[in-house]
C-alpha cells in the first residue's frame, strides 16, 4: 500500500496543479485485475495518498476481472475517462498497459505498477510507477541463508523505508516546487 500512497500523492498534487493534459474534473481512478488482497492494498493507498493530497478529488475504481486482456482494462478506463478521470493508475499487470494505453489515446496520464514502467512503455504520458523492490527482499532473504541468519514461517515485510516499495520514473511534466 505505501507505493500506492505515493503515487497517489503525486497524483492527487499533479490533479491539483491544473497542468498540461488535465481536464478541470479533478477525478482521477485507478483499474485493477481481480479484487485480491495485494490489487486492493495497492488501490486502498492510491486513493489514500491522492485524498491527502488533494481533499476534494473524485477517485473511480475499477476491475476488469483479468490480468492479462489488454482490451477489457483500456474500455473499463474509457469508461473512466469518459466519466472525467484525467489520470490512470493500472493495477492490473498486463491486462493494465490497455489502461495506459487509453489514457495515451486521450492525451492524459497513467502511473504503471509494480516496477518503472517507463522503462518497458517509455515516458510519453506516464506520470511515475508505483513499485516493489522484489529484487531487495529476495537480497535480504538470500542474504540471511547465507549468514545462518534465515529462520522461516514468517512474513518478511518491506516497505519504503528499505526499498521494498517506492516510486520511480516521475515524469519531468511535474514541477519541482
Given at each position: ?81 469518459a466519466q472525467g ?21 486521450k492525451g492524459y ?17 506516464l506520470l511515475a ?49
Amino acid at each position: 500500500w505505501e507505493a500506492g500512497y505515493l503515487v497517489g500523492y503525486l497524483a492527487g498534487l499533479f490533479e491539483a496543479s491544473g497542468a498540461k493534459g488535465l481536464n478541470s474534473s479533478n477525478t482521477i481512478s485507478s483499474v485493477g485485475g481481480i479484487a485480491i488482497p495485494p490489487g486492493d492494498h495497492y488501490i486502498a493507498g492510491f486513493q489514500y495518498g491522492a485524498k491527502a493530497a488533494n481533499p476534494t478529488i473524485k477517485l473511480l475504481n475499477g476491475y476488469s476481472g483479468d490480468f492479462v486482456a489488454q482490451d477489457k482494462c483500456q474500455g473499463l478506463a474509457q469508461q473512466q475517462i469518459a466519466q472525467g478521470s484525467d489520470i490512470i493508475f493500472q493495477v492490473a499487470g498486463q491486462c493494465g498497459l490497455g489502461a495506459i494505453n487509453a489514457a495515451r489515446d486521450k492525451g492524459y496520464w497513467g502511473i504503471g505498477v509494480d516496477a518503472d514502467q517507463s522503462k518497458q512503455l517509455g515516458s510519453k504520458q506516464l506520470l511515475a510507477s508505483a513499485t516493489k523492490g522484489v529484487d531487495v527482499s529476495v537480497f535480504d532473504v538470500v542474504g540471511q541463508f547465507v549468514n545462518g541468519k534465515f529462520r522461516g514461517g514468517k512474513a518478511l515485510l518491506r516497505g519504503i523505508t528499505c526499498k521494498g516499495a517506492g516510486i520511480q520514473g516521475i515524469t519531468s511534466a511535474v514541477p519541482e516546487t
